[in-house]
């Protein structure tokens, strides 16, 4: 191997540490992020369920003696759930696409007979956070499934 091919690898290698890095970085920050968001979650579910709990006592009775209720009338609750899964599963599927670009370049490294250990890690964390988010919005989906 010439010695410009040599310098060449080792600027990918370097360039390849430095992605890896800065994507370590940006999932710890999306795990923390998605940590406090799901915290978030719990706690204004929690208060909501609380609120609800308070205010629907008094209108119980009120319900039951109605004709019929609104097809359309939604608690704020299942709003909430349902913009929250909204953005789960757009987190889902942003995150099917890094898991399959990284797949590809680990391939493509593997092909190429480089060194794809950084690229392989990287993909794992992907893969990672990939069962974090689909875990998140299967939750998501069994909370609005009960109070259906």
């Known amino acids: 191997m010439t010695s410009a091919a040599k310098s060449a690898v080792a600027l990918d290698v370097e360039?390849?540490?430095?992605?890896?890095?800065?994507?370590?970085?940006?999932?710890k920050r999306a795990s923390?992020?998605?940590d406090e968001l799901s915290k978030?979650?719990?706690?204004?579910?929690?208060?909501?369920c609380g609120n609800l709990a308070n205010v629907r006592d008094p209108f119980k009775q009120k319900q039951q003696n109605a004709p019929y209720s609104s097809p359309n009338s939604r608690?704020?609750?299942?709003?909430m759930l349902e913009r929250h899964l909204i953005q789960a599963e757009r987190h889902v599927a942003v995150a099917q696409e890094h898991v399959s670009r990284q797949?590809?370049?680990v391939t493509q490294?593997?092909?190429d007979?480089?060194?794809?250990?950084?690229?392989t890690r990287l993909l794992e964390?992907?893969?990672?956070l990939q069962e974090m988010h689909i875990a998140h919005r299967d939750r998501l989906i069994r909370q609005l499934g009960k109070r259906a």
Request: no cysteine; hydrophobic share 35%.
């Open 15 to 27: 360039e390849t540490r430095q992605n890896l890095e800065q994507a370590r970085i940006s999932v």
């Open 32 to 34: 923390a992020r998605f």
């Open 40 to 48: 978030t979650d719990k706690d204004l579910l929690a208060r909501s």
């Open 75 to 79: 608690r704020p609750i299942e709003e």
């Open 103 to 105: 797949h590809e370049l």
């Open 109 to 111: 490294l593997k092909r």
């Open 113 to 119: 007979r480089r060194d794809a250990s950084d690229a």
């Open 125 to 128: 964390l992907f893969e990672e």
